[in-house]
């Protein structure tokens, strides 16, 4: 099966987090442990890109490690903790993921902390979804289309394939040095975006030299010596995982819910009735393309909202770190900017959000808009 062709693929393949979980800990983000640089034969860029839209997966098992050093306030964490989702704050600190791909209907992901453990499994039309800190589960079907896929966490695969998504005359594209990762030689394919308005300075996709897959992916920032965003594998096993792994056999005194489709939001890709795309509302839209695409969204009183789940916990502390970004405004509006090293985010007071890897000039610009 070709894994760049595939979204079940990219979404499963190559989890994301795990082993003692620094949510919001501010871990600085370095490069993986990696030992000389393996003597590969030559490969251009145009064969790597090559390699990789061609590649295929029939199975895989393994343990990946992500890094996020956002430089900004722990919100992911915390909304992580407000909703009861871990899997909400994977895009701070440190976290380290199992991983098991057996098919495009049988995956299985599990998030592991100092805590317990999270799993998501998907066997044919039945997902799963264990908490074993509550010793809770919930169980739906998939309809019969097989459509609504459960989505798991960013990993590489999944990350490259929304670069390779960016690369027009705006990117350049070029061979990095070999590495080793997981213990398998790899290539590395550097994607530097020449729009000045990017945050993003380069991102560096390390394949598999035999498999072709995805085995790491780093996002550098602008003016950033070490990675902002960094998932890798540790360990990998490319031989299909036995059926075993994909069953859930709940543990005694689990509570078990049942979930139907209609309290599910549409997935994306599929469309409703009223022609918009499911998952997506009318009332979102993007400007610009590639590097430098900015989202904006009507959603309201971002700060209310927050408050509005006062029972969650840390919903308060949630809406006070909100209300602490700083005041910005301009001929566009007025309103409050998260920045980070990779994004910004600009929520204005009229409730609309503006959000992109890109400078604040360039949210204003669209903002105005």
């Given at each position: 099966?070709?894994?760049?062709?595939?979204?079940?693929?990219?979404?499963?393949?190559?989890?994301?987090?795990?082993?003692?979980?620094?949510?919001?800990?501010?871990?600085?983000?370095?490069?993986?442990?990696?030992?000389?640089?393996?003597?590969?034969?030559?490969?251009?860029?145009?064969?790597?890109?090559?390699?990789?839209?061609?590649?295929?997966?029939?199975?895989?098992?393994?343990?990946?490690?992500?890094?996020?050093?956002?430089?900004?306030?722990?919100?992911?964490?915390?909304?992580?903790?407000?909703?009861?989702?871990?899997?909400?704050?994977?895009?701070?600190?440190?976290?380290?993921?199992?991983?098991?791909?057996?098919?495009?209907?049988?995956?299985?992901?599990?998030?592991?902390?100092?805590?317990?453990?999270?799993?998501?499994?998907?066997?044919?039309?039945?997902?799963?979804?264990?908490?074993?800190r509550e010793n809770?589960?919930?169980?739906?079907?998939?309809?019969?289309?097989?459509?609504?896929?459960?989505?798991?966490?960013?990993?590489?695969?999944?990350?490259?394939?929304?670069?390779?998504?960016?690369?027009?005359?705006?990117?350049?594209?070029?061979?990095?040095?070999?590495?080793?990762?997981?213990?398998?030689?790899?290539?590395?394919?550097?994607?530097?975006p020449r729009d000045?308005?990017?945050?993003?300075?380069?991102?560096?996709?390390?394949?598999?030299?035999?498999?072709?897959?995805?085995?790491?992916?780093?996002?550098?920032?602008?003016?950033?010596?070490?990675?902002?965003?960094?998932?890798?594998?540790?360990?990998?096993?490319?031989?299909?995982?036995?059926?075993?792994?994909?069953?859930?056999?709940?543990?005694?005194?689990?509570?078990?819910?049942?979930?139907?489709?209609?309290?599910?939001?549409?997935?994306?890709?599929?469309?409703?009735?009223?022609?918009?795309?499911?998952?997506?509302?009318?009332?979102?839209?993007?400007?610009?393309?590639?590097?430098?695409?900015?989202?904006?969204?009507?959603?309201?009183?971002?700060?209310?909202?927050?408050?509005?789940?006062?029972?969650?916990?840390?919903?308060?502390?949630?809406?006070?770190?909100?209300?602490?970004?700083?005041?910005?405004?301009?001929?566009?509006?007025?309103?409050?900017?998260?920045?980070?090293?990779?994004?910004?985010?600009?929520?204005?007071?009229?409730?609309?959000?503006?959000?992109?890897?890109?400078?604040?000039?360039?949210?204003?610009?669209?903002?105005?808009?």
């Amino acid at each position: 099966m070709s894994v760049m062709k595939n979204r079940a693929v990219l979404r499963w393949l190559v989890p994301v987090t795990a082993g003692v979980a620094v949510i919001g800990g501010g871990a600085a983000v370095g490069t993986f442990a990696a030992g000389a640089d393996p003597a590969l034969p030559p490969r251009s860029a145009a064969q790597l890109l090559d390699d990789l839209r061609t590649s295929r997966l029939d199975g895989l098992s393994g343990t990946v490690v992500q890094r996020a050093d956002l430089g900004l306030p722990p919100i992911a964490a915390l909304a992580g903790k407000a909703t009861g989702n871990q899997l909400a704050g994977l895009v701070s600190g440190t976290h380290t993921l199992r991983v098991w791909y057996g098919g495009e209907d049988r995956q299985r992901i599990a998030l592991v902390d100092t805590l317990g453990e999270q799993d998501v499994l998907h066997n044919g039309r039945d997902v799963w979804t264990w908490n074993s800190r509550e010793n809770t589960a919930v169980h739906r079907e998939l309809p019969a289309d097989g459509k609504d896929v459960p989505s798991a966490p960013a990993t590489p695969a999944d990350a490259a394939q929304q670069a390779l998504a960016a690369i027009d005359p705006t990117t350049a594209v070029t061979v990095g040095r070999s590495a080793t990762v997981a213990g398998r030689d790899a290539y590395e394919l550097v994607l530097t975006p020449r729009d000045k308005a990017s945050l993003v300075h380069q991102v560096r996709i390390a394949l598999d030299a035999k498999e072709h897959v995805p085995l790491r992916f780093e996002v550098l920032a602008d003016g950033q010596d070490e990675p902002a965003f960094e998932v890798a594998f540790t360990q990998v096993d490319f031989r299909t995982p036995a059926a075993d792994q994909f069953r859930f056999n709940p543990p005694p005194g689990v509570r078990v819910t049942e979930e139907s489709a209609e309290a599910r939001p549409g997935p994306a890709g599929r469309t409703s009735k009223d022609g918009t795309a499911d998952g997506q509302r009318p009332d979102v839209r993007t400007v610009g393309t590639g590097w430098t695409t900015v989202v904006v969204a009507k959603l309201g009183d971002v700060a209310g909202g927050a408050k509005a789940g006062a029972d969650a916990p840390d919903a308060d502390m949630l809406a006070k770190v909100l209300g602490d970004l700083p005041k910005v405004s301009g001929d566009w509006g007025s309103g409050r900017l998260l920045s980070g090293k990779l994004f910004s985010v600009l929520l204005t007071d009229d409730g609309r959000v503006v959000a992109g890897l890109v400078t604040p000039e360039r949210l204003y610009q669209a903002a105005k808009g």
